[in-house]
């Protein structure tokens, strides 16, 4: 095996181990080596950062990745950087050095630090494997990892409000994790598992497995849409919100709900393949449980008074127009489906460091406390101000792009009652996100001061570990829109994507 | 073979001569003399299994030159090398956890502990109906006396386990003579060839299967279990759940996929996998509300066998050979799982000072490795992922899925799954509280935690051996 | 020959100047001074075009500049009105709290502004549109007042539908055009009767005639002075110029278009829909419009809220001419002159209206001179919104009625000048109310900066027909015996109608003065209703308290017994399975 | 009926009435001597079951033979679990739940 190892299949391993290897020395750290932990992490992410670059060169020009193991009987382990996959793993590591600098900041001087950034370290490498997963059983395999390392992340203040919310997790992704390898092993059980093909392999059985195919699909969408957060499955996300900053950031921005979004791209697309899905008339419910849940999410997040709860509702709803944008079946929506999964993340982190920068300097969790937010840390509720205009689908944010291609996308497969959800979607968006900003910007500051003020009169409104992240991902949501048309843009890599996979 | 003789009888002399040697030999060397026999077991074992890999076929072997029939018959083939390998490697591990770590055993464990192995390694060896009965019979003594180690709180659980272990035994000596009375014959092959569906084979199955499902602790007739398996030794629930229970249902297995002609297997085949099914749902709410952990951990023996009852049991109705790979996956992978989960437990509730779940507060900082492997061990059991409980799972699952009107059993394996989430969570939540840390009495045991770990790891291990273990067990189904 | 990439500088002049704004957040008193540079590059492109600049990096198809008469236009208008107005604020503005907050809204939506006219293609100009719009809130509510902030509510609700409904629109009419986002290519694919709708409702918000008005006369009023003048001069023009440019038939009114519009839109089998249909409704809406505007208006007794009325009505005009076009495609070249005058002229007219809210309440005349320009800056722009002759005025309303004469469409004629002369009576409303302000004012000097840039502002009306080409060649129409005297009497009659009540001292009712703006119920209604639950969450909660005497039940009838109980079950088993397999 | 018959259906008799005691007995010293009666039982079946053939067989002899010696030691390590097991219920009365309520909520 060691004999047949070359560059290119050495590659998507050494990219997991990348993050793997420093969370296990990580966990071997001693709590007070506070040095040794940050090089540890920084390490990791620079390795992964070149690793990254390099796979994304050689998957620009065409080079195949790819790595097998022995594993289940015609079920290996298999590894593969395709251009979808490079898109969710570009994101994931951009993001975790951005996280990971924000959870230096934020964690300084509590304890267990080594145990979060093991888990945490962990966490990554367990997306980034479920980005390169090549056949179902390895995507199985790391969509329960992540689900494992993402727990303790969830509990890690410890707190009975934590672990509340942490056994709801559990329950909630382990029941969908189960529900995911049934459906996984339904399939295998009809036709084996070969890797993830452009289009999919189904069609050529669909005469004589039409109903085992129909639920395992139900069955696979409905443990991805656990983390996917489709409803009625959604209700985890709002509660897991007690966790930490940086991992509710991680958590909603990349590694959880985009991994379900993320599977149900890799279900949809190259497992059964549009033609199949709609020959199935799979897409068509799907499409409508997206569409619902981006509704409902909405108006349930206009209801909420705690600012990260908001966000969650908002997040819930914004992962579904992923979901939308696949089942929607066509080649410009599935360009706003991909491009969306980066999008979002930009923008989501982006909120949830804000958030977190608020509870860490003025101690302000509920909405009502955000007034005249603007004038003691302005760069910061400037930085809450783009991701929530992108959200709403102001341009020229990131999110304004994504929501144009999923409404063309509509339009293009005859399908125009979506146009109206999406509008629907964005007014509602409107109405639960301006209204922070309104506090936040033309509120009064509380006369008797704040709750708590600390880094006051420091060089930056807030540690600057706290800030810096937030600011880089406000821009980058910004440039990623103004500069959509690019090439190294997510957009021009979701239509690269598209044009090598969906138009064949 | 000689290889498995030998595995098969360092232990049962070494037995004989801690036996012999008695109180003259002081515990510490007692224990280095049996773990080095049981090491020397697990080498010969090893060879055993590399010889049936390789070979892949049976070998019979006729004791003391007695005409057949009245010989003691051993058979080796690719299951019983393997079980004799996974013996041997518990012994060594549970005998190095007993030896080094700070909760050590009496002096008695010893013996008693090489006995299990010897009588164990027989059982799997044997081919004989009655010298199952024998080796059954030695594996409950040997095990309640094990549980009586404990001391005075494991006296009523111990003598429960003795009654109801006597009455299973009968039960299945009954049977035997049953058979013999209509068949004269007690040799499994011999016997293969010539039962028929008549009403007294049916009446000597039955019997026979009553008393083995009693002693293995299968689902409805496992009241005696979590008693006596929660209150042994530490060292000892973990060989008794990850071990003994293993033997009266590879002796199950034998009777039905043998010994039983197919039409009457076929009837019985609902019969067990439905309990099976009951039994992962039961067991798993019991181990659910559980208040404490060694309970859980025994509670989950019997929910976990439940995997293994249906997997017979949908043997027997659908005359699937893959099933027969699913069921002895499911045992290697529990015993592994299980016996992290009985040695974690033991050392936190040890070193936590509590028998408690609630007690468990705060354990992933005050007794982080040990809850480690607590978890890593429940995920197993759970079945994520690449673990050895995940491998045994998706080969069961296989053919309950390809045909839709098996889907209702695959819900049962859905139903299972999601009941081990919920009762191994459970414990890994509670650790994980930081609000109120309940204090360790004393300092964790470094040797005892990480040696608890180990199995967990190798079951996680198994999975990288998976396509290799699932060819060597579908070679020798029979 | 400029470089083409320079029309980025357009809208980014602004966005650079916000950058330097907060890097110096100690130079806020100096800085805004200087803030008119920022409009400068737009003024010089709006005279020496380059080329169309279409990058690639940008979002997908973004196309900005060029060169036809419509965008240079209405640059240089809105490049001016906010030179000025920045430049005025940029005095008036010097003390207030949230100074550096007015400025970043102010550049925003500047730049936005800018943004939207510059581009060639709908999504550049959906980005410029939205900057403005959502930036145009924070100037609305700046002063931080009840009033301003229910306004600020209204409006901000209202534009975020219309942005919604907008884009809507825009999707479904770049899907028509293949999914090509560049005006170019919408000229000659099919309009679908609901885009339509979906764009007129969408930029009709922002344009503010009836029944899309509702915000406007809160807003205006709210919103600072300065504000106020780019918001009714230039803002809310955004509104008409996007629905010339979204409504097929954009630069090249070549009659080939227009057959291949009519042609593909039968072919798509839309029952031969075509936007003429709605073109005599709406412009029946764009009547009632300025009549709505000048009613309601009367009633109004705060200066600033009479001319927000005063630009519902006139908006209702530009209406009249937009819909005018959508029925004579053959004239739309002369229409589009005929908007542009209008446009322009409405523009500096109302912000200097605007901006005398502010300067007459600023000080007190000092002598004989300052008077008269006082006098003469707000009669001015007051007399040409009426369409007195030699204004800007006269050119615009001579040309909107020589299209109708020639395209016989005559019967709209009264109504234009029965709207004249109403305007007239709203227009001396509007100039009384601002008289009084000056005889509250404090006893200081008019600050000079201020009275300079507002009294060349107000001078425009009759500057503007010698400065400018087409609005010069209107008004020279205009100057026949029988023009004048028909533009005339109108404005002579409104003039002696108001002379005769303010005579009388006729006041408006109380009642009148005190209706309400039902709407703003509405808006508050929806933000507390949004607050409530809407929808059931999904939590599943077991009933514990049952389930759990069940158990203890259950519990303490497996106590004990082990071996009893397992002999019972032993026996059970057995039984039952004999049962089985007897049955099997 | 033949005395085979007779025997064996003796046999079953006690097999059933030991059963019956298990069911029904509390005392652990009446249990094992239920036990042993099943014991009895089951080796009365298997000698008539030797008898079936004459000579009768000498394999299920040797089994009862086997048997015997089994039930013997397990009778003389259950009475010793026994005893020990009611010197401790004797000396310490308070851990008796061996079975005891599954609940959270019972506190020790």
């Known amino acids: 095996m060691s004999a047949l190892l070359t560059w290119t299949s050495a590659l998507p391993v050494l990219i997991i181990l990348s993050s793997l290897i420093p969370g ?112 179902l059983v390895t995507f199985l395999l790391f969509y329960e990892l992540l689900t494992l390392s993402t727990f303790p992340l969830v509990v890690h203040r410890g707190t009975p409000a934590a672990l509340r919310a942490g056994r709801v997790y559990l329950a909630y992704t382990l029941g969908g994790g189960a529900l995911l390898l049934m459906g996984i092993a339904l399939l295998h059980a009809l036709i084996a598992t070969p890797d993830f093909v452009p289009g999919g392999y189904l069609l050529q059985h669909i005469d004589n497995y039409s109903l085992g195919f129909q639920v395992a699909f139900v ?107 696949v089942a929607l079946a066509g080649p410009v929506a599935a360009v706003g489906a991909i491009v969306h999964l980066v999008h979002q993340g930009l923008m989501k982190v982006t909120l949830f460091f804000c958030a977190g920068n ?83 910007w033309f509120g009064k500051p ?40 690019s090439i190294f843009s997510p957009l021009g890599w979701s239509e690269l994507i598209v044009s090598r996979e969906f138009v064949q | 073979m000689t290889y498995a003789l030998v595995s098969l009888s360092v232990p049962l002399f070494c037995a004989l001569l801690l036996t012999l040697a008695g109180p003259k030999l002081d515990s510490r060397h007692a224990g280095q003399i049996a773990i080095v026999c049981s090491a020397l077991s697990l080498v010969a074992a090893w060879f055993a299994l590399m010889q049936m890999a390789e070979l892949n076929q049976t070998i019979l072997l006729e004791l003391g030159g007695w005409e057949s029939g009245l010989a003691i018959r051993l058979r080796l083939n690719p299951l019983s090398s393997l079980l004799l390998l996974f013996t ?169 996929s043998e010994v039983a002609p197919v039409d009457l297997a076929q009837q019985i085949g609902p019969v067990l996998a439905i309990a099976g099914m009951i039994a992962l749902v039961a067991g798993g709410l019991s181990a659910m509300r559980s208040p404490y952990i060694k309970t859980l951990v025994a509670y989950s023996t019997v929910a976990q066998l439940g995997y293994a009852m249906m997997a017979l049991g949908l043997l027997l109705t659908w005359q699937l050979p893959q099933m027969h790979v699913a069921l002895w996956l499911f045992v290697i992978a529990h015993g592994l799982a299980k016996a992290t989960l009985f040695l974690a437990a033991g050392e936190m509730q040890a070193t936590l000072g509590t028998k408690r779940i609630s007690g468990l507060r705060g354990a992933t900082q005050t007794v982080p490795v040990a809850m480690f492997a607590f978890a890593v061990a429940g995920g197993s059991l759970i079945g994520l992922p690449p673990s050895g409980g995940f491998l045994a799972k998706w080969v069961l699952l296989q053919p309950l899925l390809s045909e839709p009107q098996n889907w209702p059993w695959a819900f049962g394996v859905l139903l299972g799954t999601l009941v081990s989430a919920a009762y191994i969570f459970r414990v890994v939540a509670i650790s994980f509280d930081r609000a109120r840390i309940n204090p360790p009495d004393i300092r964790p045991d470094r040797v005892g935690h990480w040696l608890a770990l180990l199995p967990a790891l190798m079951v996680w291990g198994m999975a990288l051996t998976g396509d290799w273990l699932i060819q060597l067990l579908a070679g020798s189904s029979v | 020959m400029i470089e083409p990439l320079l029309w980025i500088t357009v809208p980014l002049a602004p966005l650079l100047f916000l950058l330097l704004l907060i890097s110096f957040p100690k130079a806020l008193t100096k800085l805004p001074s200087w803030i008119w540079v920022s409009c400068v590059p737009a003024l010089v492109f709006s005279l020496l075009p380059p080329a169309t600049f279409s990058p690639d990096g940008l979002w997908p198809g973004a196309s900005l500049g060029g060169d036809h008469v419509l965008l240079t236009t209405w640059l240089a208008m809105t490049a001016v009105l906010w030179a000025v107005a920045g430049a005025y604020a940029a005095d008036s503005m010097r003390e207030g709290e949230h100074l550096q907050r007015f400025w970043v809204f102010w550049l925003l939506a500047l730049s936005g502004n800018l943004l939207l006219i510059i581009s060639q293609d709908a999504m550049s100009f959906y980005v410029g549109f939205s900057m403005m719009s959502l930036s145009a809130y924070g100037l609305v509510i700046h002063n931080g007042t009840s009033a301003a902030r229910r306004a600020g509510r209204l409006y901000l609700q209202l534009a975020v539908l219309g942005e919604v409904l907008l884009l809507s629109g825009l999707l479904m009419q770049a899907h028509a055009a293949q999914g090509s986002f560049m005006f170019i290519d919408w000229v000659s694919a099919p309009l679908d009767p609901l885009t339509a709708l979906l764009l007129i409702t969408g930029l009709g918000l922002k344009a503010g005639f009836w029944p899309l008005h509702v915000w406007l006369p809160l807003a205006h009023p709210a919103a600072p002075a300065p504000a106020s003048a780019v918001l009714s001069g230039a803002m809310i023009k955004a509104g008409i110029f996007g629905l010339w440019m979204f409504l097929p038939d954009i630069f090249e009114p070549a009659s080939s278009a227009i057959v291949d519009t009519a042609e593909s839109a039968q072919a798509s089998g839309l029952s031969g829909w075509s936007l003429s249909d709605w073109s005599q409704p709406a412009m029946v809406i764009g009547l009632i419009s300025a009549f709505f505007g000048v009613v309601v208006g009367l009633t109004r007794t705060d200066a600033k809220q009479v001319l927000a009325y005063s630009s519902v009505s006139q908006m209702g005009y530009l209406l009249f001419i937009l819909a005018l076009s959508w029925q004579l495609s053959a004239q739309r070249e002369v229409l589009l002159i005929v908007l542009l005058v209008y446009a322009v002229h409405h523009g500096f007219a109302k912000a200097a209206l605007f901006l005398s809210a502010d300067l007459l309440k600023s000080g007190k005349a000092s002598g004989r001179t300052q008077s008269f320009v006082l006098i003469a800056g707000l009669l001015v722009p007051a007399l040409a919104l009426c369409g007195l002759i030699f204004s800007s005025g006269a050119a615009a309303k001579a040309g909107l009625k020589d299209v109708l004469e020639n395209a016989g469409l005559v019967y709209w004629l009264p109504w234009l000048q029965i709207g004249a002369m109403t305007s007239t009576l709203l227009l001396a409303r509007a100039s009384y109310l601002l008289f009084r302000l000056q005889s509250k004012a404090p006893s200081q000097a008019i600050p000079r900066q201020r009275f300079v840039l507002w009294a060349s502002l107000s001078m425009m009306p009759v500057l503007l027909p010698w400065l400018w080409m087409p609005m010069n060649e209107a008004l020279l129409k205009t100057l026949a015996i029988y023009k004048i005297v028909e533009l005339s009497w109108p404005v002579v009659l409104g003039i002696s109608v108001a002379g005769f009540v303010i005579w009388r001292g006729w006041q408006v009712p109380h009642f009148l003065t005190r209706m309400t703006n039902p709407f703003l119920l509405y808006s508050i209604h929806f933000t507390r209703r949004s607050k409530k639950a809407l929808l059931p969450a999904f939590e599943f909660n077991l009933p514990t308290a049952p389930l759990r005497s069940i158990e203890r039940r259950w519990n303490r009838y497996w106590q004990g017994g082990t071996v009893n109980r397992s002999a019972a079950l032993l026996l059970i088993f057995m039984v039952v399975a004999a049962v089985f397999m007897l049955i099997a | 009926m033949s005395a085979m018959q007779l025997y064996t259906i003796v046999g079953a008799a006690i097999f059933l009435l030991a059963l019956h005691g298990l069911l029904m007995t509390t005392d652990s010293i009446r249990r094992l001597i239920a036990v042993n009666l099943m014991g009895a039982g089951t080796f009365l079946i298997m000698i008539a079951l030797a008898a079936r053939i004459s000579p009768p067989d000498p394999v299920l002899h040797a089994l009862v033979v086997t048997g015997l010696v089994v039930a013997i030691s397990a009778t003389a390590l259950a009475l010793r679990l026994i005893t020990s097991a009611a010197i401790a219920q004797h000396s310490q009365d308070s851990e008796n739940k061996g079975d005891g309520d599954l609940s959270e909520d019972v506190k020790p």
């Not at chain 2, 049953?178 to 016997?191: A, E, H, P, W």
Request: hydrophobic residues 55%; charged residues 10%.
């Open chain 1, 358 to 440: 608020f509870a860490e300097t003025l101690g302000i969790h509920k909405v009502q406390e955000m007034d005249g937010l603007g004038k003691r840390m302005p760069w910061t509720m400037a930085a809450f101000s783009v991701g929530a205009l992108g959200m709403i689908g102001v341009p020229p944010i990131a999110g304004f792009i994504s929501k144009m291609y999923l409404g063309m996308g509509a339009l293009e497969v005859d399908q125009p009652w979506v146009v109206l959800v999406l509008a629907g979607s964005a007014l509602l968006n409107a109405a639960y996100f301006l209204p922070l900003l309104y506090r936040g």
């Open chain 1, 219 to 325: 069955l696979m969408i409905a443990g991805l849409g656990v983390k996917a957060a489709l409803i009625p499955l959604h209700s985890w996300l709002p509660q897991a919100m007690v966790a930490p900053a940086p991992v509710s950031a991680l958590l909603h921005a990349v590694a959880v709900v985009k991994a379900g979004a993320f599977g149900i791209i890799r279900v949809v697309y190259d497992v059964y393949g549009v033609e199949a899905s709609t020959l199935l008339s799979l897409t068509q419910p799907l499409l409508w449980l997206a569409a619902a849940t981006m509704i409902y999410a909405s108006v349930r997040a206009l209801q909420q008074q705690d600012i990260k709860r908001r966000l969650a509702f908002s997040t819930v709803s914004q992962v579904s127009y992923i979901t939308l944008g």
């Open chain 1, 446 to 485: 509380p006369a008797k001061g704040w709750k708590e003020d600390n880094f006051y009169g420091q060089r930056f409104e807030t540690h600057w570990m706290l800030l810096i992240p937030a600011l880089f991902t406000a821009v980058l949501s910004i440039l990623v829109g103004v500069f959509a048309g």
């Open chain 2, 88 to 256: 041997a490697f518990m012994h060594v591990l549970i005998g190095v956890y007993a030896a080094f770590s700070r909760q050590g055993v009496s002096r008695d464990f010893w013996p008693l502990s090489s006995f299990l192995h010897g009588s164990l390694a027989a059982l799997w060896l044997s081919a004989d109906l009655f010298n199952l009965y024998i080796t059954l019979e030695l594996l409950g003594l040997t095990a309640v006396a094990m549980v009586a180690l404990a001391g005075k709180k494991a006296y009523k659980p111990a003598a429960n386990y003795l009654i109801l272990s006597l009455v299973a035994s009968l039960f299945y000596l009954l049977g035997v003579a049953l058979i013999y009375g209509r068949y004269g014959s007690l040799d499994v092959v011999l016997l293969s060839l010539q039962t028929q569906s008549d009403l007294l084979t049916r009446i000597a199955l039955l019997i026979m299967t009553a008393g083995l499902m009693l002693k293995a602790a299968l689902w409805p007739l496992h009241l005696w279990l979590p008693a006596a398996h929660a209150n042994a030794p530490t060292a000892v629930s973990a060989l008794l759940s990850g071990l003994v229970v293993k033997g009266p249902l590879f002796i199950l297995f034998l009777l039905w």
């Open chain 1, 24 to 135: 296990l020395l990580i966990f071997a750290t001693p709590e007070h080596a506070r040095t040794r932990r940050t090089v540890l992490n920084l390490t990791g992410i620079v390795v992964k950062l070149i690793l990254v670059g390099l796979m994304l060169r050689g998957v620009s020009q065409g080079l195949e990745f790819r790595f097998e193991l022995n594993f289940l009987p015609l079920a290996p382990l298999v590894l593969h950087g395709d251009a979808l996959s490079l898109q969710f793993i570009t994101l994931s590591s951009i993001l975790w050095l951005a996280t990971t600098i924000y959870a230096i900041g934020y964690l300084e001087g509590s304890p267990l630090r080594s145990r979060f950034f093991g888990y945490f370290s962990l966490c990554v490498s367990a997306t980034v494997g479920l980005a390169l997963a090549g056949n």
